[in-house]
């Protein structure tokens, strides 16, 4: 959605806001999931997503990055920020939601981005978590490898280290404590 066709005053429903107009503030609401700004610093076009799970699998990154390439938008003049969002030391899912993960939310080769170590996790029968059926998600690395994919430059990328899981005084946090509170990030042009 674009940032003009909103209203003032008016909350709007999306997973995703595109500053077309100078001098726009994008603000969105996260918990867990993680916020992704975008700037165009030769044009000062701005972008926010709410991407998580779901997103990064129906490839939200790459439909948004489709927009600033309609835009004119060179590859290299665009900056990415992942902000705080939970680590995968706390987002645990159960492996048939894994592997579904991998199968829609990775483009080119599943394995592309991670070690021997997380492909060892990933997709064989022994890790830390199997008395509990459980195996652990990278969101912030899923997305990362999104954007690599779509040929930003890893100059271009910075990443939260902030785990909104893990830092309880810091951030709100649906799986740690189903609390309906949530954090507000933002990006101005």
Same mark, same amino acid.
């Given at each position: 959605?674009?940032?003009?066709?909103?209203?003032?005053?008016?909350?709007?429903?999306?997973?995703?806001?595109?500053?077309?107009?100078?001098?726009?503030?994008?603000?969105?609401?996260?918990?867990?999931?993680?916020?992704?700004?975008?700037?165009?610093?030769?044009?000062?076009?701005?972008?926010?997503?709410?991407?998580? /799970?779901?997103?990064?699998? *129906?490839? =939200?990154?790459? !439909? @948004?990055? &489709?927009?600033?390439?309609?835009?004119?938008? $060179?590859?290299?003049?665009?900056?990415?920020?992942?902000?705080?969002?939970?680590?995968?030391?706390?987002?645990?899912?159960?492996?048939?939601?894994?592997?579904?993960?991998? /199968?829609?939310?990775?483009? *080119?080769? =599943?394995?592309? !981005? @991670?070690? &021997?170590?997380?492909?060892?996790?990933?997709? $064989?029968?022994?890790?830390?978590?199997?008395?509990?059926?459980?195996?652990?998600?990278?969101?912030?690395?899923?997305?990362?490898?999104?954007?690599?994919?779509?040929?930003?430059?890893?100059?271009?990328?910075?990443?939260?280290?902030?785990?909104?899981? &893990?830092?309880?005084?810091?951030?709100?946090?649906?799986?740690?404590?189903?609390?309906?509170?949530?954090?507000?990030?933002?990006?101005?042009?």
């Amino acid at each position: 959605m674009f940032g003009s066709h909103l209203e003032d005053g008016i909350k709007t429903d999306a997973d995703g806001l595109v500053g077309n107009k100078c001098n726009q503030n994008l603000w969105v609401y996260t918990a867990d999931c993680m916020p992704i700004f975008f700037a165009d610093k030769m044009t000062r076009n701005v972008a926010t997503l709410h991407c998580g /799970r779901k997103g990064l699998e *129906k490839k =939200i990154i790459k !439909n @948004l990055i &489709k927009i600033f390439d309609n835009f004119g938008t $060179s590859r290299d003049n665009l900056l990415v920020a992942i902000g705080p969002a939970i680590s995968k030391e706390h987002y645990l899912v159960d492996k048939i939601t894994l592997k579904e993960f991998y /199968r829609r939310a990775e483009n *080119k080769n =599943i394995t592309v !981005n @991670l070690t &021997k170590a997380e492909k060892d996790l990933y997709f $064989s029968d022994s890790n830390q978590f199997k008395d509990q059926n459980l195996n652990q998600l990278d969101l912030k690395r899923s997305a990362y490898g999104q954007l690599l994919n779509e040929n930003i430059p890893n100059a271009n990328i910075d990443i939260s280290n902030l785990c909104t899981y &893990k830092l309880k005084n810091e951030f709100n946090s649906w799986r740690r404590s189903k609390t309906f509170l949530r954090q507000w990030n933002f990006i101005c042009s």
